[in-house]
């Protein structure tokens, strides 16, 4: 499903984010850039060790919230963008404010290294617990904001990996439509 917001293009697809050739993907990373499983460990096995390598070189690792790069390795990406999102609490614990800021903190640094494309998958909502409904309304809100300003970027796409998260995703983004003056529908197909 395609949407538009002002000069970008935002679509859903369901699937590998690690067979996406946008020009950057991000990865759900952990704080110490160290290898995990989920996405984390896809991108590092479909990527070879050149990304882990580089990452390794990192020093202070990735705080929560924030966000670093590297090589893509083999991936079909131009570049990884490792950002990390919180672990889930119960709430209260500033969850959705890290939250919405590792998703923005990917947007800034795509920009600043004028990659026009970039593919996120449902940040936190694997090991790190967040509850999928929760999680896809921070991450539309955060992409959507930042799509509110001039930008290089011209393509948002969010992977998700299940058919039930793929849903979630379609359906609030056709909430937003009511709400969001500037978003239109492109095409219903995937
Ligand atoms: P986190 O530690 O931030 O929770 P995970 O990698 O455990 O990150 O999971 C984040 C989301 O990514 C989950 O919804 C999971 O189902 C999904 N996921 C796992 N592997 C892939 C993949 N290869 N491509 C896209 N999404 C994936």
């Given at each position: ?87 889930w609490?119960?709430g209260?614990?500033?969850?959705a ?25 449902a940040?936190s909502t694997?090991?790190?617990?967040y509850p999928a409904e929760e999680a896809c309304a921070v991450a539309l ?23 039930r998260d793929?849903a979630l995703y379609q359906t609030h983004?056709?909430q ?15």
């Amino acid at each position: 499903m395609k949407f538009q917001l002002n000069q970008t293009t935002i679509r859903l697809h369901q699937g590998d984010i690690t067979q996406v050739a946008a020009e950057a993907i991000v990865n759900a990373a952990n704080s110490a850039l160290a290898s995990g499983g989920g996405v984390d460990g896809a991108i590092h096995r479909v990527g070879g060790p050149a990304i882990l390598a580089e990452c390794r070189q990192i020093k202070g690792g990735c705080p929560t919230g924030s966000a670093v790069s590297t090589t893509a390795g083999r991936l079909p990406a131009q570049r990884v963008i490792h950002t990390v999102g919180p672990v889930w609490q119960g709430g209260r614990k500033q969850e959705a404010k890290l939250l919405g800021s590792a998703y923005s903190a990917a947007l800034f640094l795509a920009e600043e290294e004028g990659l026009t494309s970039i593919a996120f998958p449902a940040l936190s909502t694997g090991a790190y617990g967040y509850p999928a409904e929760e999680a896809c309304a921070v991450a539309l809100a955060a992409v959507l904001g930042h799509l509110q300003w001039e930008t290089v970027l011209r393509e948002v796409i969010f992977v998700l990996f299940s058919g039930r998260d793929y849903a979630l995703y379609q359906t609030h983004l056709q909430q937003l439509l009511a709400t969001e003056p500037n978003l239109r529908l492109l095409a219903n197909e995937a």
